[in-house]
């Protein structure tokens, strides 16, 4: 029915589920060919915390929204989800546009319009909540677009600079 | 005793305070700026008040507009905002309104701190070496030749705040001028208050806490050491009383500095002397915090004091209900500070709605917080969200329990700092009780689990995934735009 | 001690042994029938087994079943459930399991309640006078004819409950037999033990208990006596510690006297010794508990002792790790149990989603819950839904924040007794320490509040009413009929 | 605008609004003719905890979903709510047909078919979460309906018994 590759914490692992839940709320799945019986909470809001069940092993996991991230007792991973019968991969973010993450105001604008910058490189400072933020750069290239200057009042995902 | 009570501060605090008050059974009146009209404190009090002027909270004219308004026979302005505003500490003495804190002359003496360490100096008690004076960072030359005769490494201080932002190691004198530039505007952002002063680094050191309870009779308590040395992105994050791994000669001798120090300035209120330990395991006084701390819950765990409620009685007068032999510090406490932030993107803050917010219970476990699931965190403020603190007759049983505590408190809708939390109340560093302020700058790799519990998570996600994914299909096409696959919430990295 | 622990129980007691599991840091493993999946007790155990066998949590042959597969070396049963089952205490010694509670022996002693009272009596401690035996309900003649010996008013109570399902006080011989049949249909409907004994009314009258702990080296302390008077529908919902308005003589008596019953029965773990005080201050024992009980909290908070954590050190065979002079009855604690019921319709079970859930925080505050905002009530079992105690230095002080502490608890989605809780602790006779087990049948008159806030309130329930309607009308046309206006809800009078 | 009824406590409070909440939130409200400013939470879920805050007064309030009773800390009290604009008083309940409140187990049925019953005449006993619950009528008339038995499981809103 479906075809997974779960990319966790640098393994990879291979997840097929071939049938809906039985009568129990386990559903049969197989990892890298290993058979194990899974229960989740039903389907609720994303930003809540799931419980699951596998075999006899309870988990308590909270997902992004995005699902790029797991956390548990057990940690904090990045997670990256192929699904096989999809075809494709998930698009990635990093097209070059940063915007406001949330809001705040602009406190420094450290690059000019026209400028290279390099992945990681400081683009502004966005104060909010008593605290300054750098705000870097998600991938190498020319500054493109400027929108903002010190002192500025940004909302929430507004677009502040591009880069290409 | 009084009979009602303004509240001039908002959050986490200010719900501690209506809290100190109902306990006391005094009436409370609450401000609130308009994003926090259906607060906590303000659902809590008796009375409430809008503030419209913009500075709001920050105003201290208002605010004594609000206290003659609303009648109240005293003013407790938490921490942070106006609670060392010495304008608003004269309007109040003025108009017969008791301010409850340090007064105006003992308040300016100890935010002083370069002037605050020569006294304490000079009354024989061991201190850290600070710069002569205080400096503006465009003060280059100056700051050079200060920085010259201390000698490297040295410490950046923001005069206003604590161990917190603004403060900067520096090894060499090429990058002083940057680093020092770079900490002012930081004290600048967080406490409005740019200037610096330079400080002789301790490396290895601890920082040491002693709270302390004066009141108007000359009666001065301490109430036992405590370890703040470990802080995350500038902020005190974990916090432990009795400190681990001192002597009961050195926290004989600590404690007694502490009263010392009280005496000194002649403290009043609840009030923390900081010490920095040195490798050998010498204690330096650094400074004075002259109000509540954030941490206080670790004291009132060890002691079983209510710090507020304490605060409340000496401003009102009263001697202290206890002497210094009756204070018995019992058993261990190890308090962590939640905070709305994402540590895995730089600490950006993290406003928004609760969504789930499922709190520890059982014995010897508290929170304090202004949040529940349903309310908001504000962007404007401080992304101090809750205080969680547990209890055990001894330390290995605190590690067990704030393990679990940590375990069982879940937070939707926002980033939390929960994770990060768990690390390092899990690290050996921590657990060993053998750590310095060096484990602040520690960089944490996630501990890889177990292959097995990677395959179970790896299960869970792909069955997680298929579940969302079949929610989103068979909602309306909007849901899918705004629910988990929406891009615009990633942010750069 | 220990190394894994089954706990073969659910909702806020399993939740309760599995921190005190984790707070001592041993592995825990958790049952759960298919209702119960995502139950907390579940989420936060190490291991959890479905129970599938219809009978769920009352199947012993199941439960061990999942003690050998899981390899655990004790089984915490908890309270009720198949805590004092026989054949389950005998099976897991058979199977070299240990059973946190008391022997099969001592057991079976303690539930024969006509026969502990005989064997207390002649101890040489004075006892409430019972019946002879124990009585079906169909025997009618002989339940006239040693009422008549007993003599009116009299109680009927349960032989398998407590002072709960069941007990009901008789006045005349022309209501026994009818009253008897009612008793014992709800003990056989709470506890599937129909029979009864009768016992001479003693009017007015307090509960007074005193937990106590026994090791099996022949150790047994007492840990203070607690008022259990306040009833309402069959259950305590009010407990404090200690027992108010008793002179110290009357404390030292009533709990020495708890001692000698625990020595004459040879009690071992967490007990509780039951006494009922008359009209002059004499007390006579009435029964024991031997299992933990809901309202444990007092005795944690006023000791602080963890009461499940000395169940198994107990069960481990250790010696109690404090002598009776270590015992420190510190302060006042009072505490509330919070039901999914609504007083104001007959106490009706309201099982549900919980919309919102609030827990109140600050000092000397303490909630046990298996609930949080997004959890569900479920149907089939207990309506305790969260066990609340605060402490203060002075019942005064503690009076004050219990009134806090309900003040900020906030449920949604389900009713509770909360309002009824708050009432009565507000109440003149319960504020005064003066009730008796006569306030559990108070009709409580809900006092009007002033004018002015009448008028306030009035006033938000027409803005409210119009912000409802307003939300209700741009919505689809099916929330119109499933929000508030669903006439379905609304329960028969 | 609006004009409506209030009865509360067996009082009778006339409350009118005759605009919008102002730029603070505030809304001018007039009850028996004295003035008031009133602002409440935003539209939440009805089951939510409402804050309000009138003048200087907060709240914290807990309506039912039908609004015929209100919680706080003064108490809890009886409601009735007129909307004169609307012209009608909503609805009362009692049309003689009594529902399961909550799932359970009907461990006693206390009347016969045809029998007469008075208001709140015990009519049947539903066992669920470990308590027997008496159902009482909520009105007079004869049983006309009895659609259940002892031992049987009901679910919520099943329609056990209709008195005309």
């Known amino acids: ?41 039903p389907a609720a809001s994303p930003d809540a915390t799931e419980w699951a069940i596998v075999d006899t092993r309870p988990y308590e996991v909270l997902f992004d929204r995005d699902m790029r991230s797991v956390q548990s007792i057990h940690g904090r991973h990045e997670l990256r989800i192929r699904d096989l019968e999809a075809g494709v991969a998930r698009p990635r973010s990093g097209d ?29 400072i966005l104060e909010a909540m008593k605290m300054q933020n750098e705000i870097t750069a998600p991938r190498a290239g020319a500054i493109t677009t400027l929108n903002v200057q010190p002192g500025q009042t940004v909302v929430l995902h507004e677009l502040l600079v591009e880069i290409s | 005793m009084f009979q009602k009570v303004l509240i001039a501060n908002r959050g986490e605090i200010a719900v501690r305070i209506v809290r100190a008050c109902r306990d006391l059974g005094l009436a409370t009146v609450a401000v609130y700026e308009p994003g926090d009209m259906g607060a906590l404190h303000v659902r809590l009090a008796d009375e409430a008040y809008m503030l419209s002027s913009p500075q709001g909270y920050r105003d201290p004219e208002e605010m004594l507009t609000v206290a003659l308004r609303s009648g109240v026979d005293a003013v407790h302005p938490g921490y942070g905002l106006i609670s060392e505003d010495p304008g608003f ?36 008690i061991a201190t850290t070496r600070p710069s002569s004076r205080t400096f503006d960072p465009e003060e280059g030359a ?195 500070r939640i905070n709305a932030e994402d540590p895995w993107r730089g600490y950006l803050p993290s406003p928004g709605l609760i969504s789930a917010f499922r709190l520890p219970g059982g014995p010897n476990v508290r929170v304090d917080s202004y949040a529940y699931a349903g309310a908001e965190v504000p962007v404007r403020y401080d992304s101090l969200l809750a205080k969680l603190v547990v209890w055990g007759a001894e330390r290995g049983e605190c590690l067990q329990r704030i393990q679990r505590a940590l375990q069982e408190l879940h937070i939707g809708g926002i980033q939390t700092n929960l994770s990060l939390l768990h690390m390092l109340i899990t690290h050996p560093e921590f657990t060993s009780g053998n750590y310095t302020t060096a484990f602040s700058h520690l960089k944490l790799n996630v501990p890889t689990p177990p292959d097995s519990q990677l395959r179970d998570l790896a299960a869970i996600a792909a069955l997680t995934y298929l579940s969302r994914a079949r929610t989103a299909r068979s909602t309306t096409p909007a849901a899918y735009t705004t629910g988990w696959h929406r891009d615009s919430r990633r942010l750069p990295q």
Do not use: W
Request: include cysteine; glycine fraction near 8%; charge should be negative.
């Open chain 1, 1 to 41: 029915m479906s075809k997974l590759i779960i990319h966790l914490a640098d393994q990879e692992f291979e997840v097929e589920i071939n049938s809906p839940p039985d009568a129990e709320g386990f559903t049969s799945v197989s990892v890298n060919g290993e058979a194990l019986r899974v229960a989740i909470a």
């Open chain 2, 142 to 336: 100056d700051l050079l030749a200060e920085a010259q005769q201390l000698g490297y490494p040295l410490v950046i201080k923001s005069c206003a705040g604590g161990h917190g932002r603004g403060t900067a190691l520096v090894y060499s004198a090429e990058k002083l001028l940057n680093i020092a530039q770079r900490s002012s505007a930081q004290a600048q952002a967080a406490y409005r208050d740019g200037r610096i002063y330079l400080e002789a680094a301790i490396i290895p050191s601890r920082y040491i806490e002693v709270p302390i309870l004066g009141d108007h009779h000359g009666n001065i308590i301490q109430l036992g050491d405590q370890d703040g040395s470990i802080q995350r992105n500038t902020r005190k994050i974990i916090s432990e009383a009795p400190a681990p791994n001192l002597t009961p000669a050195q926290r004989e001798a600590i404690c007694n500095s502490a009263v010392e120090v009280a005496r000194t300035f002649g403290l009043r209120g609840a009030c923390t002397i900081e010490f920095v330990l040195d490798g050998a395991g010498n204690h330096f006084f650094s400074e004075v915090k002259p109000r509540i701390q954030v941490e206080h819950l670790v004291t009132e765990m060890i002691t079983h004091i209510d710090v507020v409620r304490e605060q409340l009685h000496i401003a009102a007068g009263l001697p202290l209900r206890i002497s210094q032999a009756q204070v018995r510090c019992d058993g261990h406490a190890i308090f962590c």
């Open chain 1, 96 to 124: 070059g546009r940063i915007k406001a993450p949330i809001p705040g105001i602009i406190a420094n604008v450290l690059v000019e319009l026209g400028q290279n910058v390099s992945v990681g490189e400081p683009i502004l």
């Open chain 2, 89 to 124: 500490k004269r309007a109040c003495a003025t108009a017969g309104i008791t301010l409850v804190g340090p007064e105006s002359e003992v308040s300016a003496q100890v935010r002083d701190k370069v002037g605050a360490i020569q006294r304490v100096q000079a009354a024989g």
